[in-house]
């Protein structure tokens, strides 16, 4: 291919990875701000597009989308937690294990410029059942995770399997909606009398240690 | 008015009604299984209405569809939960008005014939932008809730008011999600291995006991 070619199709390529970027950072403050039943049109409208299919062009369907918005974020949220774990190294602490399940999102959060919407994102599109298993299959990807999850295992009380399975979904429930909270009264509320972001982790890591080791009643 | 104008009129009164109520039931079903952008459209033609509009024409609009499925269960509840704040009279004892605050709810639904679909549409309520002020303004709606909230603010531990509000939206989000999770796992495996209706509200009000006495870190 001559030179001038090959210069016009790269130029081609990046024009389209940043309407792509554009198309994923609106999606995700338009689904955060006003949910999921906003329109792909709308999402095209927003971002500045002329043409109205222009998510469909990029992404395919709706469900692709979603995925993008959420594969963006992953990267730098694993390399935080694969760190966490690095750190805890065979610490049998379970108050460190838990930081290092609690962590990795909020620390990525406050990390970033300005608002963030991507816990408020994350809340919804694990609540919606119709990408509830793509939210699961995404977080479920991170290798650390897995190794987190397993020295809890171990560090966690004996319950019967139940009660232990409804402990884990209430931490689960937690890490996702406390955070969705945490950037909607930051977001609309900035100068208000709220906790900033590590005293919310030691908050949530703190609440959760009492939840696992609370008494089981008869 | 003749008697038979008036008998006309009562008749055609019990078929708006019974439009209504199934229009109610299949919406909150819809809501429930795919998500809250199901269209009226979707909500009209799966309730059998050969009108697109039926919605449109017994509700007015998607906000008042909301609330009007939400008012549907509310006087149920509120009447579990002031007998609850009846029986628990002045004791002091926490578990007790934990339970108060927590038991209406499961109880409702697990007195229901068949499936239920209300805590999964709540919870989707509960997270969507456009609707969580509404289902935050029915939830208040309650007297006898106020009466809890109140003896709980006496009971539960003295905190900074930042970390007591934090725990208070980790109580409220756990109250919502544990339900629409364990109405979730009931529908799609119901005779799986699962807590019963009793021993899920015994788990999660020792997980609350548990996570409102933490001790606070520094």
Do not use: C
């Amino acid at each position: 291919m001559p030179a001038k070619a090959r210069s016009r199709d790269g130029a081609r390529q990046d024009r389209a990875a940043a309407t792509r970027e554009l198309i994923l950072v609106t999606a995700e403050r338009l689904f955060a701000e006003e949910g999921l039943s906003v329109s792909n049109r709308q999402v095209s409208a927003a971002a500045g597009q002329g043409n109205n299919s222009s998510v469909g062009y990029h992404f395919g369907d709706r469900v692709e989308l979603v995925r993008a918005i959420l594969q963006r974020h992953s990267p730098p949220v694993e390399r935080l937690r694969a760190e966490l774990v690095a750190d805890a190294a065979d610490t049998q602490d379970l108050r460190v294990w838990l930081g290092s399940l609690v962590r990795p999102l909020p620390e990525y959060l406050a990390s970033l410029p300005g608002p963030t919407f991507f816990a408020r994102f994350g809340a919804q599109v694990m609540v919606d059942p119709g990408y509830r298993e793509l939210a699961i299959e995404d977080a479920m990807s991170s290798p650390s995770l897995h190794i987190i999850l397993g020295r809890l295992d171990r560090l966690l009380p004996d319950l019967p399997t139940p009660l232990r399975t409804q402990r884990r979904v209430m931490t689960r429930q937690l890490m996702v909606f406390t955070w969705a909270e945490h950037e909607r009264v930051l977001a609309e509320d900035p100068n208000g009398p709220h906790l900033d972001w590590p005293q919310a982790v030691a908050g949530l890591v703190d609440a959760l240690t009492g939840l696992w080791q609370a008494p089981v009643s008869d």
